[in-house]
């Protein structure tokens, strides 16, 4: 079993930048799969950014490509989400997750843990 906090959301203007971390417990991080996906407010929830076991490889949305940056530290149980460039669209409730086998990384599915999110607010 894993526990994910997601910590680090709030209210920032357009252009502005955040930065999201997800703390995980147990001693296993380090062979989970991370992924950072969203939920708007009448929306499904999308896939954001993926990160493999050792950092890697990252993987992301083309809507946050260029703007969003995935890294993971294994030594603090910790993953990271450098959010730059902030845009109204980013809007939205950002949950961590982690999965325990390769899988289609920007799927909801093949994640085994969730965390219980983090708001994130960008004003125009």
Sequence with gaps: QVELVESG??????????????AA???????YIMGWFRQA???????????????DNTYYAD???GRFTISRDNAKNTVYLQMNSLKPEDT????CAAAKRR??????????????????????
């Design 103 to 124: 899988g289609e990384y920007s799927s909801l599915h093949a994640y085994d843990y969730w965390g219980q999110g983090t708001q994130v607010t960008v004003s125009s």
């Design 25 to 31: 417990s147990g001693r296993t991080f380090s062979t």
């Design 41 to 55: 407010p009448g929306k499904e929830r999308e896939f954001v950014a993926a990160i493999s076991w050792t950092g």
């Design 92 to 95: 939205a409730v950002y949950y």
């Design 9 to 22: 959301g709030g209210l920032v203007q357009a252009g502005g930048s955040l930065r999201l971390s997800c």
């Design 63 to 65: 809507s946050v490509k």
